[in-house]
């Protein structure tokens, strides 16, 4: 795929400003070609009803309105998904996974062929975790792989900082030396 073509979708899942996750896939986003295409929405700006699962209730989901129309028409139009979440209790935040469980709506409203557009696209993690290991953050990086997985996207890969307080994430200079080819190849 040419560059030119590449559209990247970055969601932001903190309910931080500016922390470390950002900094970090901010960073990372910085060594994209200038031709790449980048859109940056923060889910917190674009809050989302509690998810109501309608498959077996007998009546259809309303047509995507405000907010999730925004989230699903960014989502079609991104050929590379970047799911930007600190590790939260060992997962996903709530509005990422909130994110995801619309996922599941939008895969059984049929006319939108939501598992047919998403095949091909390609989705990556960017975390960051207070604790000194990363394997910490296998269960976030799992939901997000096994998602893809099922929806028949790549898995670009993942990239994990280590920071608590805003701004740690400038001392790790492993992991910021590791995101400027982040984007270059997939499958880290």
Do not use: C
């Amino acid at each position: 795929m040419n560059d030119a073509d590449r559209h990247f979708l970055f969601l932001l899942g903190s309910s931080r400003t500016g922390g470390n996750t950002e900094a970090l896939a901010r960073h990372a986003a910085a060594q994209l070609p200038a031709r790449v295409t980048q859109r940056w929405l923060r889910l917190g700006d674009l809050p989302l009803p509690a998810f109501g699962d309608l498959r077996h209730a007998g009546r259809a989901r309303d047509e995507p309105a405000d907010n999730e129309k925004v989230l699903l028409d960014a989502t079609f139009e991104a050929t590379d998904l970047v799911i930007v979440s600190p590790l939260y209790w060992y997962s996903v935040s709530a509005s990422t996974k909130l994110y995801l469980d619309y996922w599941g709506g939008w895969l059984n409203t049929r006319e939108l062929r939501f598992r047919d557009r998403m095949r091909d696209k390609t989705m990556w993690a960017v975390t960051t975790t207070s604790h000194d290991v990363d394997t910490v953050a296998d269960p976030l990086l799992g939901t997000l792989r096994l998602s893809a997985e099922y929806m028949g996207m790549r898995w670009g890969g993942s990239l994990i900082g280590h920071g608590n307080r805003p701004g740690d994430i400038h001392r790790d200079t492993a992991v910021l030396a590791s995101a400027k080819t982040f984007f270059a190849a997939e499958d880290h």
